[in-house]
């Protein structure tokens, strides 16, 4: 599975921005797709992700500012982001993986390359 992201770019602070992530290759192995973020001088942390029926999970803090969707007809999932602030300043990668319900492990898992979100004036 190959997993291409984009859509990121400077954007001011209180801005909006929409990511998207391209998925292809053996698609059929995955159902959980998702987002992880990774400012500068920090680790990589999870930002949000969608199963294949619809299910979220979103990190806490930024549930009601971010927003998953995904179109399996397109292969692609999106990535939402209003009211955007400096510390959401971050390299954003795409994830996927096989798991069916957040409860199970992922065995494996794929990543795009990162697209990079800056939130500056």
């Known amino acids: 599975v190959q997993l291409q992201a984009s859509g990121g770019g400077l954007v001011q602070p209180?801005?909006?921005?929409?990511?998207?992530?391209?998925?292809?290759?053996?698609?059929?192995?995955?159902?959980?797709?998702?987002?992880y973020r990774?400012?500068?001088g920090g680790q990589r942390e999870?930002?949000?992700?969608?199963?294949?029926?619809g299910s979220t999970n979103y990190r806490g803090s930024l549930k009601g500012r971010f927003t998953i969707s995904r179109d399996d007809a397109k292969n692609m999932v999106y990535l939402q982001m209003n009211?955007?602030?400096?510390?959401?300043?971050?390299?954003?990668?795409c994830n996927a993986?096989?798991?069916e319900a957040w409860t199970q492990p992922a065995p494996y898992e794929y990543w795009?390359?990162?697209?990079?979100?800056?939130?500056s004036s």
Do not use: H, K
């Open 14 to 35: 209180g801005g909006s921005l929409r990511l998207s992530c391209a998925a292809s290759g053996n698609i059929y192995s995955i159902n959980a797709m998702g987002w």
């Open 38 to 40: 990774q400012a500068p």
């Open 46 to 53: 999870f930002v949000a992700g969608i199963l294949r029926g």
């Open 83 to 93: 009211s955007l602030g400096p510390e959401d300043t971050a390299v954003y990668y």
């Open 97 to 99: 993986d096989p798991r």
């Open 112 to 119: 795009g390359q990162g697209t990079l979100v800056t939130v």
